[in-house]
């Protein structure tokens, strides 16, 4: 009875600290973010765009595990299933080369002999590295037998060579895990493989090696304070000052943590480190580090009350890499642990905090129930983690040269007391919202803008989108803003996004999935809109209004002088109102402004469409009467919609002028004025029987004179005129006309005019081929599906 109101207790507690959490992570400090992108691009926009390719192999699944990208010989080199492909970066789908590598039919059964399933009895390609110039380093699982080998690629791309050095293979035990599933990540720097991996069958042993020709060096075996049941996430060799001899390997990966029992609880997600010379020892630890030490990463945000949330699971990191090499930022992309509530989170940490951190305190525990201290005893020299090189006094030509004390202490002391905090000791990018998609990957990109540089972080989704973001600190208010620019579905089947590579000299993203692989331009700024403030607002550091269109912005010296002065670009704030008010009165904004006209018939629903092209804009209603605008807030008559005013029943008193303004950052733009009629209901009757009754002769003349393009967009003035035998578009017009008015479903009505109207030869030739603009949608009809691909949105293009 104790024993259950206990749990009930603790359950409670569980859940109520869950429900904090959820409470603190939305009275976070970060300032309202939008949810919408300020374009979103379906994949068939990107195809129609050009602004995407695919590489894809017809009824196979591409399975790529590995992607590395080769600026020097221009390629794209994938490692999938069976296979390793050489691509194009200039355009994926073209000229590829393509290696097959499978098992044996033998390791075949021997891998089904072990119990395996047949999908992973096969030859997954794990490791993909650039050996030298000539070569690369390519492993794999063997069908749960790991297998390596070098592959021939050339001097430059023009040997076009793309070949496996048969004589080459050799066991991949240690360089490849077993398990195709299996997490591993490596790093090669001059001849020598670095790579955390699992190196057994059983998937037992989790380790950080480092591989080359004839020897080896790794993390101790079955030692739980070294490695927990590591996730290996990322790797990378970075120097520390300009000896060699000091360079540093870091590795990403989460672990468990033990507690006093033993027993593993909370993941956390840490960063190792090793001396990329680290030979071993030579009387102990030989063929261990002799310099492994591994601290915490934080990722956490603040709640009110004083309570951190924990971003602990790491998903992917990217290294981007400065001018100066020894100041790399990294990113990481984390989530929460918690199964009943999932965040997610982008932290940013510069390598002088990681250092720092390693330069100080050891953690210290006295037994494994007690709290960690920083440890306050002297540390022996030289100091446990430091590499042997000129810069540490030259003492020691190899780690082999090491005191024991020095070893003994790093064996015992393999964790730092301080963690690593990140910039802003914030996230830069948090989503919280539950039910929302799950980010796999990330990949970053540095832009100079006319307002400092930025980065745009590229987010992978596990549906296909790759999520383009820039988050801008405000040093004033202490707070984080988050820009949305686009979202791009990147796979037309929905798929989760395994792998982003940047290519920021061809300005392309290379995203890997299951089934296939895309290539996709980083920027397009012309569907921001044609105008200034379309341009300011989307707040693109690629992209600046150039005095005619928005185009790519560049740094210095690209433009002619003249063109510089028309120049506008404000990403830290957008502010249209005052860079682009000056090039256009007022006034004459006014007029600018489209007019349309649209018929509704007594009773019955009407919609004003008004859809903007950002998604992030709000829309705003006005009624003129009287020479006074009234804004409509809605009613149960009539809801402002996203796509436009819904007049549920309309009646003779809705007639007039409405004008749909959006607002957005302060930029106030009227995009149109509809005049509204209302038609009486028995007039419309008539005009259906007449249609109805199979008025021929009528019906073929309207359709001889609808040979004009389609207009766009659907309802406007023109289509609508009711000058039925003069207008161009009269076939349309019916078409409109009957589904506004409510008459059958969508379907029928296409059908209709199609058999009583036109003929196909004349029907293709009014069909022009059309470009959907950015925040297009298509939108249910008032019978079912729409199938009429009517523009959704009314700005001029
Ligand atoms: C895409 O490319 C094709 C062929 O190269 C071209 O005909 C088409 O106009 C392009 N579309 C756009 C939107 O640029
Ligand atoms: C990886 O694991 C998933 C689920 O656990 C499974 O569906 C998939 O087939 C596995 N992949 C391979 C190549 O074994
Ligand atoms: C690269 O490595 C391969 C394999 O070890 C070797 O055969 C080749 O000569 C090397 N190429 C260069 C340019 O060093
Ligand atoms: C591996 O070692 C052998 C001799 O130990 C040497 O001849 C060969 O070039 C080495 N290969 C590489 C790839 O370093
Ligand atoms: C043309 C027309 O009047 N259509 C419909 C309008 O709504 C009434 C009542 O909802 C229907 O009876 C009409 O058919």
């Given amino acids: 009875m104790f024993m259950s109101m206990m749990m009930v207790e603790c359950i409670r507690t569980v859940y109520l600290s869950l429900m904090l959490l959820y409470i603190a992570l939305l009275g976070m400090t970060h300032t309202a973010h939008s949810i919408n992108p300020r374009i979103r691009l379906s994949n068939k926009e990107l195809w129609q765009l050009n602004r995407t390719w695919v590489f894809q192999k017809h009824g196979v699944s591409l399975q790529p595990q590995t992607m590395l990208l080769d600026e020097g010989h221009e390629r794209l080199y994938v490692g999938a299933k069976n296979a390793l492909f050489s691509l194009s970066l200039d355009q994926v789908?073209?000229?590829?080369?393509?290696?097959q590598w499978a098992s044996t039919d033998y390791q075949v059964e021997e891998c089904l002999m072990k119990g395996r399933e047949k999908q992973e009895c096969a030859n997954y390609i794990k490791v993909l590295q650039q050996y030298n110039q000539t070569h690369l380093l390519a492993c794999g699982t063997?069908?749960?037998?790991?297998?390596?080998?070098?592959v021939r690629v050339g001097h430059t791309w023009q040997d076009r060579l793309f070949a496996l050095e048969e004589e080459s293979i050799t066991s991949g035990r240690g360089r490849s895990p077993y398990d195709p599933n299996s997490s591993c990540t490596s790093a090669l720097s001059r001849g020598e493989l670095y790579i955390g991996l699992y190196t057994d069958y059983w998937e037992n042993d989790g380790a950080l090696c480092r591989l080359n020709n004839q020897t080896y060096t790794r993390t101790e075996r079955n030692d739980r304070s070294q490695l927990n049941e590591p996730k290996f996430v990322g790797s990378a060799v970075i120097p520390d000052n300009d000896d060699r001899g000091d360079d540093k390997v870091y590795f990403f990966f989460t672990e468990r943590e033990m507690d006093a029992e033993g027993v593993t609880k909370a993941v956390y997600s840490r960063i190792g480190r090793v001396c990329a010379n680290d030979q071993g020892g030579q009387r102990m630890?030989?063929?261990?580090w002799t310099s492994f030490l591994k601290t915490r990463l934080i990722c956490s945000v603040a709640g009110p009350n004083g309570i951190d949330t924990h971003f602990d699971e790491l998903e992917d990191v990217f290294v981007l890499n400065n001018k100066d090499e020894k100041n790399p930022e990294v990113f990481c992309l984390f989530s929460t642990t918690?199964?009943?509530?999932?965040?997610?989170?982008?932290c940013v940490y510069h390598m002088d905090d990681i250092r720092a951190a390693f330069n100080g305190p050891f953690a210290f525990r006295e037994r494994p129930e007690h709290h960690w201290t920083p440890y306050e005893d002297r540390v022996p020299y030289p100091r446990p983690g430091s590499c042997a090189s000129k810069v540490n006094g030259g003492g020691f030509s190899s780690s082999k040269e090491f005191p024991d004390e020095v070893l003994r202490f790093l064996r015992s002391h393999p964790v730092m007391y301080?963690?690593?905090l990140p910039q802003h000791h914030r996230p830069v990018l948090l989503q919280t919202e539950p039910g929302r998609r799950k980010l796999t990957q990330i990949a970053v990109d540095r832009v100079q803008a006319q307002d400092g540089h930025y980065h745009v972080l590229y987010i992978g989704t596990d549906d296909s989108v790759v999520l383009k973001f820039i988050t801008i600190y405000n040093k004033d208010t202490d707070t984080m803003e988050e820009v949305l620019l686009e979202e791009l579905e990147v796979f037309r089947v929905k798929t989760p996004v395994t792998e982003i590579l940047i290519s920021p000299k061809r300005q392309q993203l290379y995203v890997g999935s299951e089934e296939s692989l895309a290539q996709v331009r980083l920027h397009q700024c012309d569907l921001y809109g044609s105008e200034c403030a379309d341009c300011c607002l989307a707040r693109d550091p690629y992209c600046a209004w150039d005095g005619i269109t928005c185009s790519r912005y560049y740094p210095a010296g690209v433009y002619p002088s003249r063109s510089r002065r028309f120049r506008r670009q404000?990403?830290?704030?957008?502010?249209?109102?005052?860079?682009?008010?000056?090039?256009?009165?007022?006034?004459?904004?006014?007029?600018?402004?489209k007019d349309r006209l649209v018929y509704g018939v007594e009773s019955n629903s009407t919609l004003l469409e008004c859809v903007p092209r950002s998604l992030q804009a709000k829309v705003l209603w006005f009624f003129q009467k009287g020479g006074e605008n009234h804004q409509v807030q809605g009613d149960e008559r009539v809801v402002v919609t996203s796509h436009g005013l819904l007049f549920l029943r309309v009646r003779g008193s809705d007639a007039g002028v409405y004008v749909c303004q959006t607002v957005e950052h302060g930029y106030v733009h009227t995009l149109l004025r509809i005049t509204l009629h209302v038609l009486r209901g028995e007039k419309v009757e008539s005009?259906?029987?007449m249609v109805n009754d199979g008025d021929g002769a009528k019906a073929a003349a309207l359709c001889h004179s609808s040979m004009g393009p389609p207009p766009r967009p659907s309802i406007s003035p023109k289509s609508l005129a009711p000058s039925l035998a003069s207008g161009s578009h009269s076939r349309l017009w019916y078409k409109e006309f009957l589904q506004l008015i409510g008459y059958g479903d969508a379907q029928k009505v296409e059908e209709y005019c199609e058999r009583?109207?036109?003929?196909?030869?004349?029907?293709?030739?009014?069909?022009k081929k059309y470009v959907p603009l950015a925040g297009e949608k298509r939108v249910k009809g008032k019978g079912g599906e729409n199938s009429h691909r009517a523009p959704r949105h009314t700005l001029d293009t």
Avoid: M
């Avoid at 789908?93 to 290696?99: D, L, R, S, W």
């Avoid at 063997?142 to 070098?150: D, E, K, L, W």
């Fill in 687 to 689: 005009a259906i029987h």
């Fill in 142 to 150: 063997g069908a749960f037998n790991p297998i390596c080998a070098a």
């Fill in 756 to 767: 009583v109207w036109c003929s196909d030869k004349k029907r293709k030739k009014t069909k």
């Fill in 338 to 346: 918690s199964t009943v509530f999932k965040g997610y989170a982008v």
């Fill in 418 to 420: 301080n963690p690593v």
């Fill in 570 to 593: 404000d990403v830290r704030h957008g502010n249209a109102v005052q860079l682009c008010n000056g090039l256009q009165i007022d006034d004459e904004k006014w007029h600018r402004a």
């Fill in 285 to 288: 630890l030989v063929n261990r």
């Fill in 93 to 99: 789908n073209t000229h590829h080369a393509e290696i």
